[in-house]
């Protein structure tokens, strides 16, 4: 048998569910995310999920305003603990964690410093006070750095 959870987003659901795997039972919800969840990924060393929303609505090629968010999930509490703005960074989507340098990238659509073009940008967290002990956030700590 399977144990653990699988965490699903849902785009034009604007929600995040977690699965049990051994039974297939959704567990829990998170309603009302920044429109457009659109990228989940799992940080290990934080136990925190990131979700890059990529619009305000629509899809790649009909959409509205690009968004510049990523929010940050504590899989535990089931709860948004803080947002990223990505900002010069525009529609974020893939995203991949460089545990070495303690970086988190993620390729975009466009950025406002540029001609609209697309490319992969990264975010640091800074000198472990990202997640400061007892696991309390500080929003201070993570910061988007370039484009």
């Not at 510049?68 to 948004?80: A, L, T």
Request: charged share 25%; net charge negative; with cysteine.
């Amino acid at each position: 048998m399977t144990s653990g959870t699988l965490a699903v987003i849902s785009q034009s659901g604007c929600s995040l569910s977690f699965f049990s795997l051994s039974s297939g039972t959704r567990t829990a919800l998170i309603p009302n995310l920044i429109a457009e969840p659109h990228e989940l990924l799992h940080d290990l060393k934080r136990n925190l999920l990131y979700v890059s929303h990529a619009y305000r609505y629509g899809h790649f090629w009909v959409h509205g305003e690009s968004s510049h968010e990523i929010s940050v999930i504590d899989p535990v509490k089931k709860e948004v603990v803080d947002v990223i703005d990505t900002k010069p960074v525009l529609s974020p989507h893939g995203m991949w964690l460089d545990e070495r340098r303690d970086l988190l990238w993620v390729s975009y659509e466009e950025c406002e410093d540029e001609k609209g073009e697309g490319g992969v940008g990264g975010g640091e967290f800074g000198d472990e006070k990202y997640c400061e002990e007892g696991g309390e956030w500080d929003e201070d700590a993570c910061e988007f750095v370039y484009c």
